[in-house]
């Protein structure tokens, strides 16, 4: 799916979407995002000076790749804003893990049938194998391993688990949009 890792932000709602100017005045504000990056996916900008106030980087600081090594090189550390997708999207990992059941927190791990079985019709519904619990895909807890959704903001270059997001930019993020978003990681 993917080549270059990534840490993603999308709303806790898997329907929510936005205009893409409204996250990125609001996050410009901030100075999270910084100049606009061209060369990149359309609403592809720049680390803003801010950046590394809200992002967290764990264990020795990375040598993080923060201008494009050279043209048509999209392997550094930039932020595409991307909105307005059709319909929920699957995000995240694609293999070698298990989300959880939302009740009982047991793993479940048919989940990649449950999946395809939602993304064919969004009515369908689950049972869990441990609780029984009566569930549908966007329920199932991912962790922060995966999303659907319809609007992602996607830091490239980062590493799972390798940058987190502060507290502060998470509540930043819903000020700015009136709603809650979570973070997760796509492996290369
Ligand atoms: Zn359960």
């Known amino acids: 799916m993917s080549n270059i890792s990534k840490l993603l932000f999308t709303p806790t709602d898997h329907e929510q979407d936005f205009p893409a100017n409204l996250l990125i005045e609001g996050l410009r504000t901030l100075a999270w995002l910084g100049e606009a990056f061209p060369n990149g996916p359309a609403n592809s900008f720049l680390i803003g000076t801010d950046f590394f106030k809200y992002i967290t980087f764990l264990g020795c600081a990375p040598a993080m790749q923060l201008e494009p090594p050279r043209e048509g090189d999209l392997n550094f550390c930039f932020i595409h804003i ?19 059941c939302p009740e ?5 791990s048919d989940w990649q049938t449950e999946l395809a079985d939602w993304q064919a019709d969004h009515q369908a519904t689950f049972s869990c194998p441990h609780c029984a619990a009566s569930l549908t895909v966007p329920q199932v807890n991912w962790r922060e391993k995966a999303a659907l959704g319809r609007c992602f903001i996607e830091v490239y270059s980062v590493y799972p688990h ?14 700015i949009s009136g709603v809650e978003w979570k973070y997760f990681y796509e492996p290369a």
């Open 82 to 100: 991307n909105t307005g997708l059709p319909k929920p999207l699957f995000r995240g990992h694609e293999a070698r893990f298990v989300p959880r």
């Open 162 to 175: 390798e940058g987190i997001p502060t507290p502060a930019f998470l509540s930043h993020l819903s000020r």
């Open 104 to 108: 009982c927190r047991l793993g479940l």
